[in-house]
């Protein structure tokens, strides 16, 4: 038998053995290459940003031509990331929506184990009701409902309403944690209106700093609505002793000073004309929201130019910068809690901006 017999031998019968793997539901590991351990994050989800006049035009004909009745409960058009194979995610832990809700129109009691968060775009005249406590929303407002409570969502006004959804679907499905239930009548009983927002009025405004103490109690915030004018306030304080132009804050609860929600952050960048924040990268997705201003972000060196109404995300790990052309204000909806609840979290700031390689315009 020569040399050249053995391999053949040898490469018959390995090609057996992975075929008796297969039919085994075995899998190698040496034949997966590097995408199972890469050396740091090498996320699926795309760069991409959604201009806002394009969604609020979208939204609108939603209005028009689908209806609540038909089973669907809710009219929401959700940001897909074009990374992520069709799926209706903005980034892999995400889901970031546009809900438009018609004047006297009224969606449905539920709840569910993935949390979510509403921030208001534009409107008034309606509240969302979450575990009896009946929430006005008005532009700005940063409005919770948290993990498993009731909410349903109530125009009473005569003005559509249009604002943003941010929710941890995307994550809660991949470990198959997810319960849904139907509240038995469309609407549950309003105990009192702005309850939360009442209680929590004055100093203890969860409004803290970068920085948080950390402690053991309450899963999320018993505040269930953080008012624009607060915000605003605090946003306006801040910026006048900074140094750089720019003034950040994360919402937190007034009782234990940690995120709102245990899944999903929330956080408030302030920009001066022509300031700049300086690129840092963390683990973990964003979904950013132009809430007033214009301005720039370059993320892993892709450029984005946005204004108000726009909407943008970051990929995990990608470094992420933003420069304000007029006076600007960023809302951000990232995943962090959850990674740091995990002990998955780090952070770094670059020294020099990012090389631009790629302008996605809008
Ligand atoms: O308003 O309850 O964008 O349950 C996605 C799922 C909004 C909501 C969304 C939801 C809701
Ligand atoms: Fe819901």
Not at 239 to 261: H, I, K, M, Q, Y
Not at 355 to 361: A, N, Q, S, T
Request: net charge negative.
């Amino acid at each position: 038998m020569s040399a050249a017999d053995v391999q053949v031998t040898e490469g018959a019968e390995l090609s057996a053995f992975y075929r008796n793997l297969a039919a085994a539901e075995l899998q190698p590991l040496w034949t997966q290459g590097r995408s199972l351990q890469p050396f740091e994050p090498a996320p699926a989800t795309r760069v991409h940003l959604w201009s806002g006049a394009a969604v609020r035009e979208l939204a609108v004909e939603s209005g028009r031509l689908i209806g609540l009745d038909g089973g669907g409960d809710r009219r929401v058009l959700s940001l897909a990331n074009p990374g992520l194979g069709g799926q209706p995610y903005a980034t892999s832990t995400l889901w970031a929506a546009v809900q438009y809700l018609g004047p006297r129109e009224s969606a449905p009691a539920h709840r569910h184990s993935q949390a979510a968060l509403r921030f208001v775009l534009e409107g008034s005249g309606t509240w969302t009701t979450v575990d009896g406590d009946a929430c006005d929303m008005e532009p700005g407002d940063l409005v919770l409902t948290p993990a498993w409570t009731w909410h349903d969502h109530t125009n009473g006004g005569d003005q559509p309403m249009m604002w943003f959804d941010g929710l941890d679907m995307p994550l809660v499905n991949m470990l198959d944690a997810q319960f849904f239930e139907r509240y038995a009548a469309d609407r549950q009983p309003v105990s009192g209106h702005n309850l939360s927002a009442a209680a929590y009025e004055g100093d203890a405004d969860g409004l803290a700093d970068l920085a948080r103490p950390p402690s053991d109690e309450e899963s999320f915030s018993p505040l269930f609505v953080y008012r624009w004018e607060r915000t605003d306030r605090e946003l306006a304080g801040r910026l006048a002793v900074s140094a750089s132009g720019a003034a950040e804050l994360d919402f937190v609860s007034p009782l234990t000073g940690r995120a709102v929600l245990p899944t999903l952050g929330c956080h408030m960048t302030r920009l001066a004309a022509a300031a700049a924040t300086a690129p840092r990268r963390k683990v973990g997705s964003s979904v950013y929201v132009a809430w007033a201003g214009e301005g720039r972000s370059v993320i892993d060196g892709t450029e984005l130019t946005w204004r108000a109404g726009d909407f943008f995300c970051s990929p995990s790990w990608a470094y992420v910068e933003h420069h304000a052309v007029a006076p600007s204000d960023l809302f951000e909806l990232s995943d962090r809690p959850a990674l740091e609840a995990l002990h998955l979290f780090r952070q770094e700031t670059a020294g020099s901006p990012q090389v631009i390689h790629r302008r996605l315009g809008r």
